[in-house]
């Protein structure tokens, strides 16, 4: 069974930072681009960062200069650096992957969430 699983979430001080992994487990053929979105409390969720199989990034523009998005395809890992942490970073963070399953087609796949509370 494929899974995406996250870890490295927390409670961090403004200004503070942390690092946010993800995990694709399972029978997988290929994997494709990766991202980071978030959902805070009477929110949509929202894309944060995304990176294609080469290494393209793209970020949303209010964390630009503070995260870095990266990923280790011999590993099956995507990293999210977060410094500079505002306390409207709060929010769950979820990594989505776009995957392809031994024998199946592409699909896309979601984490389960990791909570980021950062305090003021």
């Known amino acids: 069974q494929v899974r995406l699983v996250e870890s490295g979430g927390g409670l961090v001080q403004a200004g503070g930072s942390l690092r946010l992994s993800c995990a694709a487990s399972g029978s997988i053929s290929s994997i494709n681009a990766m991202a980071w979105y978030r959902q805070a409390p009477g929110k949509q969720r929202e894309l944060v960062a995304a990176?294609?199989?080469?290494?393209?990034?793209n970020y949303a523009d209010s964390v630009k200069g503070r995260f870095t998005i990266s990923r280790v395809n011999a590993e099956r890992t995507v990293y999210l650096q977060m410094n500079s942490l505002k306390p409207e970073d709060t929010a769950v963070y979820y990594c989505?992957?776009?995957?392809?399953?031994?024998?199946?087609?592409?699909?896309?796949?979601w984490g389960q969430g990791t909570q980021v509370t950062v305090s003021s």
């Open positions: 990176i294609t199989s080469y290494g393209r990034t």
């Open positions: 989505n992957g776009d995957l392809t399953p031994a024998g199946l087609g592409l699909r896309s796949y």
